[in-house]
Structures are given as structure tokens and as C-alpha cells.
């Protein structure tokens, strides 16, 4: 069925605690954790607990938990105080645009200039 967790997905695991990660916030239909490989001093990932392979997929079957992904990383950034000085929300989308984990995420990133257009 549509959302249910997958056995091999990274970030079912982390959503289950299966897979440890630093959660920083936790709402009914989100985690957000800290990026294992940060490429900012804030760069916390935002996941569904649902589990769709990327942010498109999630919107066209659940726009409302989309919806609150968009909230959660708003939440975040004022969270970590990034909300003044500017962030990114980043949804890489296809190995080609740098997708590795294939369960929809935000990236949050800020804390530092952020250079526009990105790489
Ligand atoms: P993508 O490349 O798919 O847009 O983003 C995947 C992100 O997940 C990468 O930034 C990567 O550093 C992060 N990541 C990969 N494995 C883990 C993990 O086990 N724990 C955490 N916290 N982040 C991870
Ligand atoms: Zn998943």
C-alpha cells in the first residue's frame, strides 16, 4: 500500500528507531534529525513517517503531510535560529539531482551564505 514502510529504507529506520539519528524535532507526521554529513552548521533533514520515495510522489498522494513537512522546516529553522539570518529547503529529486535516499526529505540548510544558483 501507498506509504507503508519499506524493509530496506534508511529512513523508515530512523522514523522507527531502528537506525539511531540526533532528532532535534517530532511531530505526528514528521521527524526531523541532524544530516550525518552536515554541508552547514544547520542541516537537519525532514522526513514524513510515511514513506514515499520523494517529495513529488509525496504531495500528489499526501498533499497534507507535504503540507506539514513544509511547516515542520519552518518550525526547525526558527528552532535553530536560522529564521533571520535565511535558509534552504532543498528536495533533491533523482540521482541526477544528487538523491541518494529514497524516502522523501527535506534538506534544511543555513547558518552560513548560501550561494545562489546551487551546484
Ligand atoms: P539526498 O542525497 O538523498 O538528498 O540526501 C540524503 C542525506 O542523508 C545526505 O545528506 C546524507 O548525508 C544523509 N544521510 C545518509 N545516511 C544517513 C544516516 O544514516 N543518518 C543521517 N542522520 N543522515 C544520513
Ligand atoms: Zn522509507
Redo the contacts with the bound molecule.
Keep these: 500500500m501507498a506509504g507503508e514502510p519499506q524493509a530496506d529504507c534508511?529512513?523508515c529506520k530512523?522514523v522507527t528507531g531502528e537506525?539511531p539519528?540526533?532528532l532535534v524535532r517530532e511531530t505526528e507526521t514528521t521527524v526531523a534529525?541532524?544530516?550525518?554529513?552536515?554541508?552547514a552548521p544547520t542541516?537537519v533533514?525532514i522526513v514524513p513517517r510515511v514513506h514515499y520515495p520523494d517529495a513529488a510522489s509525496l504531495a500528489a498522494a499526501e498533499p497534507q503531510i507535504a503540507a506539514d513537512l513544509l511547516v515542520a522546516a519552518g518550525e526547525v529553522a526558527a528552532q535553530e535560529k536560522v529564521d533571520g539570518t535565511g535558509f534552504r529547503i532543498?528536495?533533491?529529486t533523482g540521482t541526477g539531482?544528487?538523491?541518494?535516499?529514497?524516502h522523501a526529505?527535506a534538506?534544511l540548510l543555513g547558518g552560513r551564505g548560501l550561494n545562489w544558483p546551487p551546484g
Excluded at 539531482?97 to 529514497?102: E, H, L, N, S, W
Design positions: 534508511l529512513f530512523v537506525v539519528a540526533t534529525f541532524r544530516d550525518i554529513n552536515p554541508q542541516h533533514l532543498v528536495f533533491n539531482a544528487g538523491q541518494t535516499v529514497f526529505h534538506h
